[in-house]
């Protein structure tokens, strides 16, 4: 009975030694892009928050926030950025899928540079992490669309 016990156990043991815990896996740092036809995404990451985010729309940098508000835990995170939710959900530590809801006003962490409104109607979009450069010259757009960059 002694050896049933002590192999019942032992199995717990190297089962619960075994299973995945979560709370210890984090976001890869870095870039991560979403391509959508005419929005390119990027979001950086960094500990798990989210340090930095960029529309690019038709090519042309909307605008960019740096104070984006991080909240949750892997694998699901919230990021707000001024006017807009984004709940993502991550496949593994390099990947995930987003929902983006909310209106962006085009400025910087909430200064308003005039009336342009990005909206966003619950569009769901895929991020990987991605280091390419998207804009080597820093002019706003993106060096796909521009010939002599390519």
Known sequence: ??????????????????????????????????????LVAVVVLENGNCTYFAPFVDGEVFSNWTNVNTSGDYPKYTYKVSG?????????PTAFSAVLDGVLVKGQNGVSMGSAQLVFGGSVVQFKLDSRVLDKNGDGILDEKQQDIR
């Open 1 to 38: 009975m002694k050896k049933i016990i002590s192999s019942l156990f032992a199995a717990l043991v190297l089962c619960a030694s075994c299973s995945k815990d979560e709370n210890n896996i984090v976001p890869a740092d870095g870039q991560y892009i979403a391509d959508a036809g005419d």
């Open 84 to 92: 807009l939710n984004i709940v993502s959900t991550f496949s593994n």
